[in-house]
């Protein structure tokens, strides 16, 4: 006869593996799910026996037809372009304090690794401070040093190379 400390710790592993299904179910990992559900009824199986026939039963998922799942929209043009902008490391922080009159204005500048300047962004009062920023100046310079498309398309040059 098995001891009840026995009994305990293999009810403590049935109650992890049906905390893991109930975990995988609210993520939307239903491959991962059903391996949980797997390894319970073996390890059920293992420690009382055969299981009565609706334990083996196949579950039925309730899935959303493709039909109504969102697609994902289509990244906009300016997306695109922020998305280009390299990303640089934050070296260190700058605050310049401006007089104007009988009131002082303080701004706060980020100095990035390609040594410009950036002005910080409003953050919550306990945010972290940010580690990378992209620099829209790189990115300036990168797009001026690109070459230009060539006005006339490949295909058409081929053509003429072949008459010629």
Same mark, same amino acid.
């Given at each position: 006869? @098995? ?7 293999? *009810?403590? %592993? ?11 179910? &609210? ?23 055969? &299981? ?21 929209? @289509? ?6 372009? *922020? ?6 490391? %934050? ?15 303080? $701004?706060?500048? &980020? %100095?990035? @690794?390609?040594?410009?300047? %950036? ?20 990115? $300036? ?13 490949? *295909? #058409?040059?081929?053509?003429? #190379?072949? *008459?010629?």
């Amino acid at each position: 006869m @098995e001891t009840s400390e026995q009994l305990r710790r293999a *009810s403590g %592993v049935l109650n992890y593996l049906r905390a893991m299904m109930d975990y995988c179910r &609210l993520e939307h990992r239903h491959e991962i799910e059903r391996e949980y559900e797997e390894a319970w009824s073996l390890a059920a199986q293992k420690l009382y026996g055969p &299981l009565p026939d609706r334990w083996q039963m196949e579950i039925r998922r309730r899935t959303i037809p493709t039909q109504y799942c969102p697609e994902k929209p @289509e990244p906009t043009a300016g997306q695109l372009r *922020s998305w280009a902008t390299p990303l640089r490391k %934050v070296i260190r922080t700058i605050t310049e304090t401006t007089q104007q009159g009988r009131s002082t204005h303080e $701004d706060r500048y &980020l %100095v990035l @690794e390609c040594g410009h300047r %950036v002005r910080e962004p409003l953050l919550y009062p306990d945010a972290p401070e940010p580690k990378r920023r992209r620099c829209k100046e790189c990115r $300036d310079q990168m797009e001026a040093s690109k070459k230009p498309a060539a006005s006339v398309p490949a *295909s #058409s040059e081929k053509r003429k #190379s072949a *008459s010629a």
